[in-house]
Each structure stands twice: as C-alpha cells, then as structure tokens.
C-alpha cells in the first residue's frame, strides 16, 4: 500500500508511483502544509514553468480534510486561463480541454474534495486505473519506501526510488528544453491517453 498527500493536479511522479503500488491511500488527517502540492501545481507556459496556486482559508492547525478554499479571489478564472494559454496549441486540447474547464465551474468548498475529484478525473482522462481511498487516521511518518506523503514536493529535489520520468512531447521543448514532473495536466494534454 502507498500512502500520499492530496493534491492540485498532482504532478506526474504521483501517478507513476501509484500505478506501480497495489493500493494507494490518499492522507486526509494530515495538518496542512504551506508551499507544497496540496494546494498547487506547475504547469510550462510560453514563459516557462508557472505555479497556479489554489487560495484558502486556513484557521491555524488545520486538518487538510477541513481546510476551505477562498473563492473571494478570483482564482478559477486564473487557472483556467493560464492553463488555456499554455495547452490550447497542444495535441490533446480539443479532445479535454472540456473535461477540465468543467472543474473551473464549480465551487468546491473543501481543497480535499476538489483535489479527490481531480484525481479521479486524471487517472480517467490518462486511461490509468489503480485501487484508491482515503485514510482513516493520521500515522506518523515511519521510513517506509512506499510513504510519498512527503517525499513529493515542490522544493525536494531528490525523487522517491523506483521513478523514472521519461521525456515526453511538450509544447514549449524548443524554449526551455524537456521539463520533468510538471503536473498531470502536462501530460494529459500534450500525451493523451497513455495506456
């Protein structure tokens, strides 16, 4: 079993050790963590690699199931513009791009439930399927190989063991060179379908 944090359209290594593991659990009694993926991602834009980053609402010492989104701001918009912009050009647009603007139209209250619901939506659109739910209580970090809660992260430059990030077709390769483990998104629409 395999055991993850939530995620804003988690990058690529989330799936690619998931898909490797016979079961994945997804932490929701976790105490949130700034500046990690449970509220972000990176997508490669005309300018480079761009984090869009989801606003919250964060009462000190919040578990991640109970942290709220700020929808004060105006961030969907945001998002889906910025992801427009990068990947209308992209070979897979046309075929997703409605899926995924449909995300940007709902007022999700909680970041877990809209994190579950693009998980669930990714490994659909990437044709990926493995056996996943939620935890039911919080353990301590014990060393297990197989514990990515918070291994994957934006500022840890190693990677877990056992992942090999294979470059892959991307829009803006010719500025920037192949970006590795950017967010599923990347892959959903530059690739398609991978299985």
Not at 101 to 122: G, H, K
Not at 138 to 160: L, N, T, V
Request: charge should be neutral.
């Amino acid at each position: 079993m395999a055991l993850f944090s939530t995620a804003y359209w988690a990058p690529i290594s989330y799936y690619q050790l998931a898909a490797q593991s016979d079961f994945v659990q997804i932490e929701q009694h976790e105490f949130y963590q700034k500046q990690s993926y449970r509220n972000r991602c990176t997508i490669l834009t005309a300018n480079g690699p761009l984090p869009l980053v989801v606003p919250i609402l964060r009462p000190h010492h919040c578990i991640i199931r109970d942290v709220r989104i700020d929808y004060s701001k105006p961030w969907q918009k945001i998002h889906w513009r910025a992801i427009e912009a990068a990947y209308r050009s992209s070979a897979f647009f046309e075929e997703y791009h409605a899926d995924i603007q449909r995300v940007y139209t709902q007022e999700i209250p909680f970041l877990f439930d809209l994190n579950t619901q693009l998980w669930a939506l990714s490994q659909h659109l990437v044709g990926i399927s493995f056996s996943w739910d939620v935890t039911n209580h919080f353990s301590r970090p014990s060393g297990r190989q197989d514990d990515y809660r918070f291994m994957i992260h934006p500022k840890e430059k190693r990677k877990p063991e056992g992942l090999a990030l294979h470059p892959y077709f991307q829009v803006f390769a010719h500025k920037f060179g192949f970006v590795s483990d950017l967010s599923i998104l990347d892959l959903i629409f530059n690739e398609g379908r991978v299985v």
